[in-house]
């Protein structure tokens, strides 16, 4: 709980949720012209997976604030109570996530967006940066956390057409 009111940690957290956001967009690196949709759909199971592991630190400090507000006497037991129904839940969903994104790819975008969306969040939240924004109020902030969501799927799709277009239109040597 301390580590989120030190000044540019969450600053921190945005800028690696919404690399992540990024990476789940881009193509993976493969042989050949094509791209097979499940190189790509794989690729952005893994970077989902690692998106997991960063922000289940949320989990932690949620299940921490819970833990704070219990009895002095039973904080650890709630604190060890709660991560271990997190766990389950997070993997459990991440299965189920990843059997909907098979289905329908789409999902990931809206996965990257959201990511974005975080990364907004957080950056409006930060204590270094949070008393610029207090004085725009929520419609701004809004704005702010929504442009990290476009952010994130602007960039990936620049990024992954570039990347595309690098495969099919290789550099020539001299």
């Keep these: 709980m301390q580590l989120l009111l030190c000044p540019?940690?969450?600053?921190?957290?945005?800028?690696?949720?919404?690399?992540?956001?990024?990476?789940?967009?881009?193509?993976?690196?493969?042989?050949?012209?094509?791209?097979?949709?499940?190189?790509?759909?794989?690729?952005?199971?893994?970077?989902?997976?690692?998106a997991d592991l960063v922000m289940s630190l949320d989990n932690v400090i949620a299940a921490a604030a819970a833990a704070e507000s219990g009895p002095p006497?039973?904080?650890?037991?709630?604190?060890?109570?709660?991560?271990?129904?997190?766990?389950?839940?997070?993997?459990?969903g991440s299965q189920a996530l990843m059997h909907v994104m098979e289905r329908y790819p789409a999902i990931i975008t809206v996965g990257a967006a959201l990511l974005g969306f975080?990364?907004?969040?957080?950056?409006?939240?930060?204590?270094?940066?949070?008393p610029s924004f207090q004085g725009l109020g929520g419609p701004s902030t809004t704005l702010i956390e929504l442009g990290g969501a476009i952010g994130v799927v602007v960039m990936g799709?620049?990024?992954?057409h570039r990347k595309l277009a690098a495969r099919k239109h290789p550099p020539q040597c001299p």
Excluded: R
């Design 73 to 92: 006497q039973a904080k650890t037991a709630l604190l060890v109570i709660g991560l271990g129904l997190s766990i389950p839940l997070i993997i459990m």
């Design 157 to 160: 799709s620049l990024l992954a």
């Design 8 to 50: 540019c940690f969450k600053i921190i957290g945005a800028v690696l949720l919404f690399w992540t956001g990024v990476q789940l967009l881009l193509p993976e690196d493969g042989t050949g012209d094509g791209i097979e949709s499940s190189d790509n759909l794989w690729g952005a199971i893994g970077t989902i997976l690692i």
């Design 118 to 130: 975080v990364a907004g969040e957080m950056l409006v939240h930060d204590a270094a940066l949070e």
